[in-house]
């Protein structure tokens, strides 16, 4: 077990399995399954990319009904770019999933992480089919984690319980980021479970505003990918009055589905692809909110700034240059810039050689925060980003051999 | 003398000097004075970062009159972010220049590179004023193409000849670039000097169309900076006719220009930060041409289909995936992609295992092309980019120190 696997890592009604199926040639896991042992409402969220995995283009189209029972993963392959024949496989391992566990093929959700532009070895993911349902079980939440990773370093799960209209409820997910981790969600995988009784509809809700405040606060490096996935099921096993929108009870069950979403986002920044530095970059005091997040996105993905980052380079003309071509009408002689406390930029020039010192330090922590403070409204954005290093060049240069 | 710097290196009327005034510590070469022995009609494009350093605003304001000079330029030092100290100490060494030059000091252009934040050492500089002066001579723009330079390992310089009515003329031009080369002109500088004899106007309308081009066409990192200058000076030594906008003399003086800027933008390029590839972005058959430009650029700017160029690994998926993201709505099942002649995407999905072995070549070479046929429509968009190498963030987490 892990440190970053939480303990006790389950959700009441709901099994999982992650195995070696051979999908990858170096014999780690790499096909995992969640499965609700009762029907469970069901949502979802996928790329903006128009470029759109098999298993994306299916998982979609399943998740429309609102209900779902069983999720099947696998990383090694992403079937992307694999046209027809992407969704046959799909359609066929679906089918072959649903009679091993005597669901309907449309209960069954899919989603692959890995190289674009092959296909599916398809014979060998049947051939452990019958293994992995026989492999579920109830404490096989950390087993799924790791078989969904590509260059992660860490498996990633995280859990939050809470009281939700008189019982105690739990919400567990796993998640898969590292590379083309971007705005607006990129090679995510990302898994929630929970025995919380939600309708459709409030379930759809509380996760579009969970992930606009963690998963889309998140960047690497721009990117954006062609198989990102966000599902969760909800199962009512825990027994709670049925959560609806609107209501007090909805506004507990979203808190906590966006703290568990927070938390496995910020795993999953920290584990990007070489990453040494997590930098929260925090907007104020902007005209509006979509000005303030145009300068926090120049900033976060810059590689100059990143590069700085990885440097411990207290850098802030960088910054301030960044801020200046977001796009967003700032006024740079009013833009005041800190790390964390310390204020390096006052009214868009350097606030003394003082500074540097005071400055250089907290860069050396692996977590700060860079803030701008705009001096021209009252709206405020914020963004996770990470360093540029060398192991992101190498990781990326050699990914496919 | 360099490779990089053509031999006959000099324009008739015009005199240049480049030395090491001690503005950067390591004692190279870091101050250039051109200057144009009779009046001339000048223009100019600057950053549109919103954060300007000042000497563009100086430059910018000067160059309103269509006449100049004398560009005054310097390394080492950015003054940016340098407030109104900063402008004082630009129009202190515009008087100085000017006095020197007995030219007026509305003549005098200014530019500088290097790190932002910090103000000019005016003391150092003034002391090297007259030794710059005295300096200038016909065969002095190699100097000057060495004392621009920050992080290029080369001096960059290019020299077009041809007959613009009934005269021959010459054109040479002398750039810098390497870091935060990018979109729309970025850290770059870049200063022409002709002894064409041309109209304000009909420069003003040259240098725009050549831009568009030529240095409007590369990136390196997709920053863009607070310093970008690129002025030309005219000063009709030549004798010809002089050209106004619309004539047949005016086409023949713009494609001399549009050369001698692509000639200087490649090289710029090339020699970007780390870079080890040379990728010309050709995107196809698009609706418009703005959406061949969108696709172009999410593909030249991808850092995960730039470190993919670093380690030659034929990665087609990044590729279309970040077309897929552009944000230009393409048709991802409709999408070819060519690495030189050797098809690897047909209809959106990989052209064959046995491409992978010639297009593998292909991406051993220091220069290619990757053309995307999007097959939507006749607009077409080119961009030159680089691959991302382990140099780059070498480059840059420690390039102030």
Known sequence: MNEHIPPDFR???????????????????????????VPAAATGVFTMNRVKAAPVLLSRERVKSGKGRAILVNSGCANACTGQKGIRDGQRLSRQIASALKIDPREVFLASTGVIGKPLPLETMEKRIPLLVASLSSGGLADAALAIMTTDTKPKGAVVRGRVNGKEVTLAGIAKGAGMISPKMATLLVFVLTDTAVSSAALR?????????????????????????????????????????????????????RD??????????????????????????????????????????????????????????????????????????????????????????????????????????????????????????????????????????????
């Open 11 to 37: 959700v009441p009604g709901f099994l999982a399995a992650g195995l070696a199926a051979g999908i990858k040639k170096t014999g780690v896991k790499d096909f995992a399954l969640l499965y609700s042992q």
């Open 205 to 257: 809700k509380a996760l579009k505003d969970g992930v606009q405040e963690s998963f889309n606060r998140i960047t690497v490096d721009g990117d954006m990918s062609t198989n990102d996935t966000l599902l969760i099921l909800a199962n009512g096993k825990a027994g709670n009055g049925r959560v609806l929108p609107g209501t007090p009870g909805f506004k507990k069950f979203s808190i906590l589905l």
């Open 260 to 401: 568990l979403l927070s938390a496995l986002a910020k795993k999953t920044v920290a584990d990007g692809e070489g990453v040494t530095k997590v930098v929260r970059v925090l907007v104020e005091r902007a005209r509006t909110a979509s000005e303030a997040e145009k300068v926090a996105r120049a900033v976060a993905n810059s590689p100059l700034v990143k590069t700085a980052f990885f440097g411990e380079d207290a850098n802030w003309g960088r910054i301030l240059c960044a801020a200046g071509y977001s796009g967003a009408p700032i006024d740079p002689e009013k833009v005041d810039i800190f790390f964390d406390d310390v204020q390096v930029v006052r009214r868009g020039q350097g606030a003394g050689p003082e500074k540097e010192e005071p400055a250089t330090a907290i860069m050396k922590k692996g977590e700060y925060t860079v803030r701008l403070d705009l001096h021209r409204g009252a709206q405020k954005a914020f963004l996770y980003t990470t360093d540029f290093s060398f192991d992101y060049v190498k990781i990326n240069a050699s990914y496919r051999s």
